[in-house]
């Protein structure tokens, strides 16, 4: 671990390698685990405001959670996540001709509706954010549905850190981005 700024960052993120391999796990992130995606505060009024254009992208069990839970839940600890559909798929998952499950919100955002990709959460994995009251930890969330993804990011020596870096760039901007890639350079 190291400390940038507000933040303490896992060397992980450095020193492992990652690349998404849709053809490979088909989206399985979007559809497994037991929660929702994490959504930060100041995002929950985005989804409720853009969900009206968002919502002839998605699939009518997403359209009939959301409208039952809501754009957003809130968790028994206070924290916010994207609702679900019986327990499992994000409510805002989509699927392609391939099956592979893919985002209703960053398909309405690739077919211009929104100006708003997805959540930040979604654009970070692998990694996570947590907030503490002085500082952010920044973890590499390692899972075994993107061993494919680590085998990828390693053929392609492609470090997580730069697998992700618009999505970097948006949750902690560019100086600190900057700063952390001097930090990667030093250590290899």
Request: charged share 30%; glycine share 8%; net charge negative.
């Amino acid at each position: 671990m190291f400390q940038l700024g507000k933040t303490i960052v896992s060397e992980d993120i450095i020193d492992k390698d990652f690349v998404c391999n849709l053809s490979a796990c088909k989206g399985a992130c979007c559809i497994d685990g037991d929660a929702g995606a994490p959504v930060d505060p100041e995002e929950v009024e985005i989804l409720e405001s853009i969900y009206p254009k968002v919502k002839p992208f998605l699939r009518q069990e997403g359209i009939d959670a959301i409208e039952a839970q809501g754009t957003s839940i809130t968790t028994e600890f206070g924290d916010f996540e994207t609702p679900l559909i019986n327990g499992a798929d994000c409510a805002y998952v989509i699927f392609d001709e391939k099956k592979t499950a893919l985002c209703g919100i960053e398909e309405a955002y690739n077919q211009g509706e929104i100006t708003w990709k997805k959540p930040v959460s979604c654009h970070l994995y692998p990694i996570r954010v947590k907030d503490y009251s002085e500082f952010s930890g920044v973890n590499y969330e390692k899972w075994e549905i993107c061993d494919d993804a680590c085998s990828l990011g390693k053929e392609l020596q492609v470090p997580v850190y730069k697998f992700v870096k618009e999505a970097l760039i948006r949750k902690f901007g560019a100086d600190w981005y900057a700063e952390l890639e001097k930090i990667a350079e030093n250590r290899g």
